[in-house]
């Protein structure tokens, strides 16, 4: 158990809609990223906020967006979905960057 | 832009042997290089970090060596199990090259071990 839940752990979306998934880190992390895992690759780094703050993007149109929250619970929102954005989105929490945690993912089908 | 390479094909191990999967980087050297064990439908679990400043890293059965000249980690474990089967992943930590953290991950490799 790495203390990072992620929900829901499975939802299946419409072309178009929209979709908000939650992380909750591991306590006293002030540093959460978001990452999209498509089957057989790497998880590919979508951004990372630090106390409250986006602190680092990666390579994701600006219909990938995030939140971060006093508690420093996150929210990834994805709008106009397509095909393509079926994937696992990852959480990962850490405090000092040294060691850092994933939580086991929410899996997003989008039809 | 940065890429890694881990081993293509999927690793199949007699248990007790050494396992040993490779990981190969282009242009800048990270300064940071992470190790990770995904089984399937989970998330990564952390397993090593080493720095641009150390060779070795040891941790139970497990060893990574960083390369920087040949641009090269390789990670070792010792005694395989049938337990150890999972994907591993190589992740390079560009810290200190932009002002936020960003981990590359590579594709990583499935590696397999028969008893």
């Known amino acids: 158990e790495t203390g990072v839940t992620q929900s829901p752990t499975h939802l299946i979306k419409t072309r178009g809609q929209q979709v908000t998934l939650r992380c909750s880190s591991q306590?006293?992390?002030?540093?959460v990223s978001w990452y999209q895992q498509a089957l057989g690759q790497g998880p590919q780094f979508i951004f990372q906020y630090y106390r409250e703050e986006e602190n680092g993007r990666g390579n994701f149109p600006p219909r990938f967006s995030g939140l971060q929250f006093p508690n420093y619970s996150s929210e990834l929102n994805v709008n106009a979905l397509e095909l393509d954005d079926s994937a696992l989105y990852l959480c990962?929490?850490?405090?000092?960057?040294?060691?850092?945690?994933f939580g086991e993912g929410s899996w997003l089908t989008v039809v | 832009s940065q890429k890694i390479e881990q081993n293509s094909e999927a690793l199949n191990i007699q248990e007790g042997k050494t396992a040993t999967l490779t990981c190969n980087y282009t242009?800048?050297?990270?300064?940071?290089l992470q190790w990770y064990r995904q089984d399937p439908g989970r998330g990564p679990v952390f397993l090593l970090l080493?720095?641009?400043?150390?060779k070795e890293k040891r941790k139970e059965r497990l060893k990574v060596t960083f390369d920087t000249t040949l641009k090269q980690s390789l990670f070792h474990i010792t005694a395989s199990q049938p337990a150890d089967s999972a994907t591993y992943l190589c992740a390079l930590d560009r810290r200190g090259y932009s002002s936020a953290s960003k981990i590359i991950f590579g594709s990583g490799t499935r590696l397999s071990i028969r008893p």
């Open positions: 242009n800048y050297s990270p300064a940071y």
């Open positions: 080493i720095r641009e400043n150390e």
């Open positions: 990962a929490s850490s405090l000092d960057l040294n060691t850092i945690y």
């Open positions: 306590s006293g992390h002030n540093t």
